[in-house]
């Protein structure tokens, strides 16, 4: 069985309801995730926009909120997650703050994905990592991946 992430709230590739962005309650959505390998010791969720400012001149990838060491048995995350399972940590978002922020775009209807990698390893040693060093804490520790993606465009 090949390692899967999704939400109830909203299909791969559709429309991420308002609730989750800067202009509803700006919460994380409930995510859950299947199939995870027997090998992984831990797992690591990246959500980011790479259509950043403007989908037509993207110039940069956008970091919503980046977990790591989340237990492999956890079968994901609750809407509005505020207290992490034991053990996990949160990185830094490109608002320089560890917690979920919601699709924001400036202009235009932009991707937002949720990544999902099962690691080999528990990640020892990181404080509020950003994700560019949270990646190269998990190069060579990656033993699945997943993906779901979703867009949303202001109102």
Known sequence: MAMEINSSAFADGGS???RYTCQGADVSPP???S???PEAKSLVLIVD???AP?????K???VHWVLYNL????GGLAEAVEDLPPGSGEGLNDWGRTAYGGPCPPVGRHRYFHKLYALDTVLDGLVRPTKAQLEAA???HIVARAEFVGTYQKH
């Open 16 to 18: 991420i309801p308002t």
């Open 31 to 33: 995510l859950a995730w």
């Open 35 to 37: 199939g995870i390998p």
């Open 49 to 51: 926009d790479p259509d």
């Open 54 to 58: 403007d989908p037509k001149a993207p």
């Open 60 to 62: 940069r990838t956008w």
């Open 71 to 74: 237990a492999p048995d956890s």
């Open 138 to 140: 998990m190069a060579g």
